[in-house]
């Protein structure tokens, strides 16, 4: 599956035959999506690996795949498939497989003017497919707004707020995230961001390095913490992008 996610990618870009753009602007390794959509006719591939660790169990995705397609002017196509295994510390069982992949849109809505953000909205459904551990019982709709403020040469705010509906249920979303430009490709940032369903809230604290090293390879490391009964212990991830 991911030769095949790889040589989909290959070809995309072949088609596609991306023209000299800006640096590349992804949404990883944060939760916060960026706001902004990719160019028409540029290709981009997020790939990453993530451990996660909560109680008893361990959760590691082996492959975040994200692929992102300018089709159209302020339009972009994503797909985004996992693969991932969920082990039982104490007993030493474990489950692994593929993911629901997820399909959607990033469709720019408003440039950055002053005080006004930047803004986005995605809109995705992720289907009832994959490994039977991991899959939905139905497909679930999500969208989410994704908003950026430039606050200095430096410094950027980036926030998202978003709604799926998994199962005739509602789960709210928010992340904020605070990015540092502390030397050319280099970038820290701070991240906090929750989950609400139910009555029970999640709320996690993210953060990490960036460093892209030429105007189409990006790579990053990041880590954090559960900040609520729900949530998990901790986490740690790395991962890389490149844009066609």
Known sequence: ???????????????????DADPIVT??????????????????VEYGFVYEKAGDFSNV???????????????????TQNIQQVKNDLTDSKVSGLSPITL???????????????MSIIGQVTLANGEE?????????????????????TLSLGYNFGMAFPEDQTQTLYTVVLGYS???????????YGFFQDGVSDHRFNTGLIYLCSDRVQ??????????????????????????
């Not at 040589?7 to 088609?15: D, G, K, N, V």
């Not at 849109?105 to 440039?111: A, F, G, N, Q």
């Not at 502390?182 to 906090?192: D, I, M, N």
């Open 27 to 44: 949404d990883r390794p944060t939760q916060s999506a960026a706001s902004n959509v990719m160019p028409k006719g540029n290709v981009l």
């Open 219 to 244: 790579f990053d490391v990041s880590g954090g913490i559960g900040l609520s009964e729900s949530s998990p212990d901790s986490f740690i991830g790395f991962g890389a992008a490149i844009g066609f």
């Open 133 to 153: 551990a991991f899959k939905p019982e139905e497909a679930v709709t999500e969208v989410r707004l994704n908003f950026s403020n430039t606050l200095s040469e």
């Open 182 to 192: 502390f030397s050319p490709g280099w970038t820290v940032f701070a991240e906090p």
């Open 104 to 118: 959607g849109t990033k469709i720019h809505l408003l440039e950055e003017q002053g005080a006004l953000p930047q």
């Open 61 to 79: 995705t082996f492959a975040n795949f994200l692929a992102r397609v300018g089709l159209f002017e302020g339009v972009e196509f994503r797909i």
């Open 1 to 19: 599956m991911k030769k095949l996610f790889f040589l989909a990618a290959i070809s995309i870009a072949a088609f596609v035959s991306a023209q």
